[in-house]
Nanobody, 123 residues
């Protein structure tokens, strides 16, 4: 069953801004934590950013800190990731996830996942 749906991926040049959105199903809109992860070919899924239900707790991977911004709108059931100053190394499939159990940077603690959206950054 589809619980999360991402949109906004595409092919962009380095330094160009790109925004990703994640539309959540009703039962995932009150999750403890929402996050973004990414996975490049042949690599493990890695943490990008996370945000709590209240938006009071926000965390970013060191690799994207200062360049990406995560936000959450519970009323609309949407989580967004604004990516600025993109680098070729940011190229990957980006996944939106939801955790009902804990605030976490680990993919193992997330209960629901979107299908992923491809982001390709050229130099």
């Amino acid at each position: 069953q589809v619980q999360l749906v991402e949109s906004g991926g595409g092919l962009v040049q380095a330094v160009a801004p790109l925004g990703l959105s994640c539309a959540a199903a009703v039962r995932t809109r009150s999750s403890y934590c929402m996050g973004w992860f990414r996975q490049a070919p042949g690599k493990e899924r890695e943490f990008v950013a996370a945000i709590s239900w209240s938006s009071m707790s926000i965390a970013y991977a060191d690799s994207v800190k200062g360049r990406f911004t995560i936000s959450r709108d519970n009323a609309k059931g949407m989580v967004s990731l604004q990516m600025l100053s993109l680098k070729p190394e940011d190229s990957a499939v980006y996944y939106c996830g939801a955790s009902d159990t804990a605030w976490s940077k680990s993919s193992y603690d997330y209960d629901y996942w979107g299908q992923g959206t491809q982001v390709t950054v050229s130099s």
